[in-house]
């Protein structure tokens, strides 16, 4: 008699433990595909390598408003050759300059993971400004 | 072989194995310190960024320095710097009336609460030491255009806790906006009224918003920059752009530079310049 209760009981408690597990079955909450624009595709290289990108883009930028703003260093020679313009939104050769919209670079996967970097509260997209 | 093998191990006793695990132990316990002084003492940058350089065509000096000549300021050279610079930067303008349809319920704008990078201002507030019964009638109305002095002992650098403000090494003082926690210390320390902070969110007070320049969130001060951004790219600073000769921007430290000439050949006085802070902003009378 106990025997079944407590297997019953059991069933409950593994499945409760792996709600989150079996709840996200069925790929509603799919990690965002990376869409890059054309420019970018063409460009082939970005900053760094995509993975080392992926995991420290937020390094980067900081590193690079140290430079730009205390060091007037707005020139970046990548190790892989390449150079960049030190800027979020602004030039040809910023991160905007190439990624040129903002939704599918930033917005997708920021949603996606819940955070919200308050860089758009001063800096803007250069696409929305001008409309 | 085999034999000396045997003996060696019959030889190490616990205590030459305890000598041997204590100096190890010591040996980990201090590379971390030893890492941390040969960095420090290696030249370890802050910025460990070796590929970073400034653009080939950045306009540069040991220390920058203004000269006003007040002449040549006229009402319409005023109007247009202060535009040129509110459009440069992203200024708001509390006379500016929002787009209803952009920025929907905007509380009505408080004049007490303007940002201000370069403005008018009246000889005898602009230089209140200088006050005189006699002065000649004209000064009283005169125009005259005030701005950050970019203080060689700049009090702003000495208040921020936060080194959101700073100095750089070519004179120019310059905030980063990011570190500015909005203390407004620096607005108490500066005797020019340079500073201005952000009460509100600006965006619906800026006409058309120039997106070579950010904007800034509630709750930062902001100041005059010497359009660093600007000199960084070749260009001169928009007031020097926008007024028709009546400003110009140099090297201080460089005796051919135009500024010094202009120093030379001219008598010029300084704002306040009894309290010490040196300022770099000349006003040719």
Known sequence: MSKNAIIAGLVVFVAAALFPFWFNIGGTNAAPEVELSAKAKAAKKCVLDKYDMRANHMTILNDWRTSVVRDSNRMYKSTNGKEFGMSLSTGENSCLGCHTDKAKFCDKCHTYASVAPYCWECHTDPKEVTQ | ?285
């Open chain 2, 1 to 285: 072989m085999k034999n000396s093998r045997k003996s060696f191990l019959k030889k190490s006793s616990r205590r030459s194995f305890l000598k041997a695990a204590g100096i190890s132990a010591v040996a980990i316990g201090a590379a971390p310190a030893i890492k941390a002084v040969a960095v420090a003492s290696g030249g370890g940058t802050t910025t460990a960024l070796p590929a970073a350089t400034p653009k080939a065509e950045a306009l540069v000096a040991k220390r920058w320095g203004m000269v006003i000549n007040t002449g040549k300021i006229t009402d319409e050279v005023v109007e247009s710097v202060v535009a040129a610079c509110r459009n440069a930067h992203n200024i708001p303008d509390f006379d500016h009336k929002p787009d209803e349809k952009k920025y929907p319920n905007t509380r009505p704008s408080n004049k007490s609460q303007e940002i201000k990078w370069i403005w008018e201002e009246h000889y005898e507030h602009a230089f209140p030491e200088m006050e005189d019964e006699f002065l000649a009638e004209k000064f009283k109305s005169l125009p005259f255009l005030v701005t950050c002095n970019h203080c060689k002992n700049a009090p702003c650098v000495q208040a921020c806790p936060t080194k959101a403000t700073f100095k750089r090494p070519d004179g120019i003082v310059i905030m980063d906006f990011h570190r500015c926690i909005g203390c407004r210390f620096c607005m108490a320390a500066c005797p020019y009224g340079s500073r201005s902070f952000n009460f509100r969110d600006a965006r619906p007070f800026i006409d058309k918003i120039n997106p070579e320049f950010p904007v800034r969130s509630k709750g930062v001060v902001e100041k005059c920059n010497l359009c660093a951004e600007r000199l960084a790219n070749g260009q001169q600073p928009a007031c020097v752009e926008a007024s028709e000769g009546a400003i110009v921007v140099g090297d201080l430290e460089d005796p051919a530079s135009e500024v010094r000439v202009l120093l030379n050949e001219n008598y010029a006085i300084r704002r306040k310049q009894e309290l010490g802070t040196e300022p770099s902003v000349y006003y040719i009378m």
